[in-house]
């Protein structure tokens, strides 16, 4: 089965630095897909970058990066120029994309709170 | 606006009592979730929809039950049978490369 850690419950970054939270996950399926969404304190859950794990290439959304190292099963977020709207609780998520079922849904992490500081 | 549309934002049930969640959604979208949020355990699967009048059991389905009558309903019922059903409740919809959430539900036991 698979899963995904989240190793860091808590981070904080000062406004205008750069944070990066880790997530690593375990599978033996070659083809899935990932994804960090965030969850303010409206408890809204908001995706904010998906990877596909057949692009080597390193997804991007503004001031949000992942750092894709699919051989070590690392998928780490990277929030650059942190602004005050950034803090809130970050999630992990897998999930295969070998059909449908019970493979279509997703597994999350624990989560990460990050706070931004002004 | 296509969305999901959660309610009630805060339900309180009784020892004994069962009560239902209500998840409805506008985005056409064929697969239907729900997921129970609970402290420092992330987001785990209750039950799941692929499609109308069908659905599976997720992680933790013990206590709870659903129906799929229409495409844009997928209504969670949390039976007295559930030991510990103070949580925060996600339904979802979604395609294969990313889910639409809503609003969640609070549930707490009085």
């Known amino acids: 089965a698979q899963t995904v850690t989240q190793s860091q419950p808590e981070m904080s970054v000062q406004e205008a630095e750069t944070v990066t939270l880790s997530c690593t996950y375990d599978?033996?399926?070659?083809?899935?897909?990932l994804f960090w969404y965030k969850q303010p304190p409206s408890r809204q859950m908001i995706l904010v970058i998906r990877?596909?794990?057949?692009?080597?290439q390193n997804a991007t959304e503004n001031r949000f990066s992942v750092n894709f190292q699919k051989a070590a099963k690392s998928f780490s977020l990277k929030i650059s120029d942190s602004q005050l709207g950034d803090a809130a609780m970050y999630f992990c998520?897998?999930?295969?994309?070998?059909?449908?079922?019970?493979?279509?849904?997703?597994?999350f992490g624990t989560g990460t709170l990050l706070a931004v500081q002004p | 606006d296509g969305g999901i549309t959660q309610s009630p934002k805060y339900l309180f049930r009784k020892e004994g009592q069962n009560v239902t969640l209500s998840c409805e959604q506008n985005?056409?979208?064929?697969?239907m979730y729900w997921y129970r949020q609970d402290p420092g355990q992330g987001l785990r699967l209750i039950y799941y929809?692929?499609?109308?009048?069908?659905?599976q059991k997720g992680d933790i389905a013990e206590g709870y039950s659903v129906s799929r009558e229409k495409k844009e309903s997928f209504p969670l019922t949390v039976t007295s049978a559930q030991k510990n059903p103070t949580a925060f409740y996600l339904c979802?919809?979604?395609?294969?490369?990313?889910?639409?959430f809503g609003s969640g539900t609070r549930l707490t036991v009085v």
């Open positions: 929809s692929q499609i109308v009048n069908d659905f």
């Open positions: 599978t033996s399926e070659s083809d899935y897909y």
């Open positions: 998520a897998y999930r295969s994309a070998d059909g449908g079922g019970a493979t279509n849904k997703l597994i």
């Open positions: 979802a919809a979604g395609l294969p490369y990313g889910y639409t």
């Open positions: 990877q596909e794990a057949y692009k080597q």
């Open positions: 985005l056409n979208h064929d697969a």
